[in-house]
């Protein structure tokens, strides 16, 4: 069975291709707010990188923010369970998750690839990758280098709010009264990393648990949560496609 799997998110698109259980080709595209033409570029990609006809796909299914736009999919899956399954099948001891994406913010408790139970934070952009992108612009640096700054910082800056906007302008204040940048940064990841450990704790993730999403590329971050959840988390080599994965994996469960 050859199944592709697309999650349509708010920042990205990701598509996975996957022959027998075993991923052939992925893809991540800018979304761009255009759901159905991303997720059409990125199915045509993915077809393109795997070599694989067209007509020889059994089955596609959509998932994520934008996954009812994608009229060519034979079917949809939320984006909790499909994180679940592809996680899953990265790591069969997995038993919590932390998908920090675009816009939102996922902990999933699971059992056997199974969800038991999450919470989400998807009415506020604080902590996101949004919030990031905000308060690098305040820093006046490239969004990929903030893990690396705050990574250099020996004292960390109070941010007191997780707001982005509020956030952003306490960024510009600390600026003016001479905080570096390094420092700077280390605290709003600090925060970040208060916040979701929050919600983890919530849901009594102890152990065994996965980051993914496009922020789990941010090392600072990794770092920050690991500290404060007192663990070694799992972090995919790419983690942004475990949804597009876990949408492929259920298409021919």
């Known amino acids: ?46 077809l393109a990188n795997s ?82 992108e905000y308060t690098a612009r305040a820093l006046e640096v490239p969004i990929e280098e903030l893990g690396s700054l705050a990574l250099a910082s020996k004292t960390s800056a109070t941010i007191t709010s997780m707001c982005t906007v509020f956030a952003e302008s306490e960024v510009i204040s600390l600026r003016a009264r001479g905080f570096t940048k390094e420092n700077i940064a280390a605290g709003l990841i600090e925060s970040i990393a208060r916040r979701v450990a929050v919600m ?6 102890k152990q065994n648990v996965a980051f993914v999403g496009g922020v789990a590329k941010n090392a600072g971050i990794e770092a920050a949560l690991e500290k404060e959840l007192d663990i070694l988390l799992y972090v995919p080599q790419e983690p942004q496609i475990t949804g597009a994965l876990g949408a492929a994996l259920y298409g021919i469960s």
């Open 51 to 132: 070599g694989i006809a067209e007509e020889d796909i059994n089955i596609v299914y959509a998932t994520g923010y934008g996954r009812n736009s994608i009229k060519f999919a034979d079917g949809t899956i939320s984006e909790i369970t499909a994180h679940a399954m592809g996680v899953y099948h990265l790591y069969p001891d997995v038993n919590g998750i932390i998908d920090i994406g675009g816009q939102d913010i996922k902990v999933i408790s699971v059992n056997d690839g199974k969800v038991t139970d999450f919470l989400m934070n998807d009415k506020c952009a604080a902590g996101t990758g949004k919030f990031l």
């Open 200 to 205: 983890a704790r919530q849901l009594e993730l």
């Open 1 to 46: 069975m050859i199944s592709v799997g697309i999650d349509s998110g708010s920042a990205t698109t990701k598509a996975v291709l996957i022959n027998c259980n075993n991923i052939v080709a992925q893809v991540i595209l800018p979304t761009a707010f255009y759901f159905l033409a991303a997720s059409e570029k990125a199915y045509k990609n993915v």
